[in-house]
DNA sequence: TATGAATGAGCCTTCATTCAT
DNA sequence: GATGAATGAAGGCTCATTCAT
């Protein structure tokens, strides 16, 4: 039900989206909206909370899985022995790239939440809050995955996280209007851009 | 007079901000604002043109004015003998910082201008189009800088900037909400972060 | 509820009358108005067309009905050999005078309706197209009737049909403002009035 | 000016003119017409009133003027002795049909005044009583008119004279639709129809 | 329980009308 | 004296929200 009514904000947007249209595309009637989630907006903040969740899921799981077919071996022995601050940057890299794909693959899948998420959600007074207060957890994730593997620069790098995510949703906002574009090229671009930077700020 | 409505816009959000408020805002009364700038939704349009050309004016000019201080003599030995690509790279990297000084600079100066722009009215249908619009300005000439001193790869080099004008939009938000950051340094944090990146693109 | 709309229609006028009151006297609530019959626009014109054709209707039932008591032999015997001229200028002017009877009496039974139809609409864009439509049927009706015993005077019959329509308005309306006045008294006296004119103009 | 405030009404009628309209109009501006002539709704009774005077100013001119052309000598004869019955019937059959041409002959030559007059004054409250107090006058003439060479019918004069009243009213409007209809060949179609009865009902 | 029907509240928009120049 | 500029007041329309069935 949250479905048809994620579908419809980020068809019409929050305000011209009637709580009746909801209702008809959810296939049950008006009471029953109310008497599920409450009002229009809890609905709202309803549809936001579980895009949110599983797209912040979504990376976290992806970034932190078991290390992968790429940099299997090395993270394995690398463990055994504490990693290198060189061994330790490759990690980030390799978990940074692995958080991406999962990211540009989520948005890519589900359109309809990203756009209610991002593009209706963020200025709208009273969700502005909620929509930073998902942003804020995404932006830490990044800063701690930047962060481990570097000294003490923990200040430098929040505003790094934030351009980092912002740049990243600057790319998810275009692949939704290019649905052709894989996630991993995506992913792949990003990294090449983004990389070289993060890694002399890390270690300068 | 457009002042008071950004403010309030900026405030309250497009639906939220009734036009009375607008109009005791501005310190006249209800009829004037229809008489003078029409409908509620040309009015609003009207902001954001009037924001968006603003900051698209203040970044270019900067971008393009005469090479100043820091890359002054540099500047002047490659315009004599006709620039190398080391030396058009330099260029570059310069201009695209004196653009993001100009950004910061800008958006620090007019918070409640960037917030109408970026935060309402980037997800509210009829706005979408025209921020787009502006946007896509934006995109363009960044592109059209980083394009020029490089070689064939133009078609790579959208995506880049699209990046790039997210991250820093994504510093933008984070600068409004960080009143004592300083133009300058936010913008050297991100070429700091975003150069390196966008060097190795450019002469691979 | 249509009743409600006419009679506060007839009483404030179309603009006078606030979509408020109608629902008032309606005993609903305001947006049940727009509800059931959209807007104010065509709350009236659902109104008008009620009204014209009931009255319309009334009239032609009564006009073209069987033959009643006053002309029942003559009728009868003239449909057995086909009515003589002079005969069919009988069944005409009876068919006529049993029109008028029905007019003057649901005018009479009706006065907020006719009060709205004919003083209200009949200037007022957008509506004076309706109404014109519906009175163009009644002359049209009327001149057909006029036109079937007489010869080819055709061309003739269109304006003495307005000027007996119009004639029959005024009556009515005088009607409206005295209600003592019996319907068929009426219909009689405007016979009286009309016919032998008619008569000599159909028959020179 | 009047005459602007007339042609916009009867353009746009009483509402939908605005009073910006008529001061465009008459080449003066808004507060010129407060001070001028009051309120709208003054401006629009006196538009009215003038319509109304000049129209039945010329029609009893016409209709009193010294008997011309076609009934001069029998009116003359008459005078000398005291006209008989069928003399005074003859002059005021002559009277109305003079009367009935200048009417006709008004109406198209004020096609705007009589749009204002009869189409767009009549329901409208709070000019209906100043239209059916000119109506009146009207009626009151004709009934004049007619009572004078009759007996004692007065009583049943006054509905005849609504019903004439309301005939030529009717043929106004097909006139002023018909530009091309000559005034007298109008007056002549109602006078044939409708002399014959109002002779019979004052001569039973 | 699920719903059709109903409503209170509020917003945009428009004029007739009047000052200050 | 004439006007450009300003406004108070009101009206049409919509929608989130809730009963009675």
Request: charged share 25%; aromatic share 6%.
């Amino acid at each position: 039900m949250l479905d048809a009514a994620v579908a419809v904000f980020s068809r019409r947007g929050y305000h011209a989206a009637g709580v009746d249209e909801i209702a008809e595309a959810a296939g049950i009637s008006k009471p029953m909206v109310y008497a599920y989630l409450g009002t229009k907006e809890e609905l709202f903040v309803a549809c936001l909370r579980r895009e949110a969740t599983r797209l912040l899921q979504a990376v976290l799981d992806a970034s932190a899985e078991e290390a992968g077919a790429s940099a299997g071996e090395a993270g394995a022995s690398a463990g055994e022995a504490g990693a290198s601050a060189g061994e330790a940057g490759v990690l980030a890299e390799e978990q940074l790239r692995r958080g991406l794909r999962a990211f540009f693959g989520f948005v890519g899948a589900h359109r309809d939440g990203w756009r209610v998420l991002c593009r209706q959600a963020r200025g709208q007074e009273p969700f502005a809050a909620e929509v930073a207060a998902m942003r804020q957890r995404m932006v830490e994730a990044v800063a701690v995955l930047l962060a481990r593997p570097a000294g003490a620069h923990a200040d430098d790098i929040t505003p790094i996280a934030h351009a980092l995510v912002g740049a990243g949703e600057a790319m998810a906002d275009w692949v939704v209007d290019h649905p052709t574009e894989d996630p991993d090229v995506t992913a792949g671009r990003l990294m090449n851009l983004m990389w070289p930077g993060i890694a002399r700020v890390l270690r300068p």
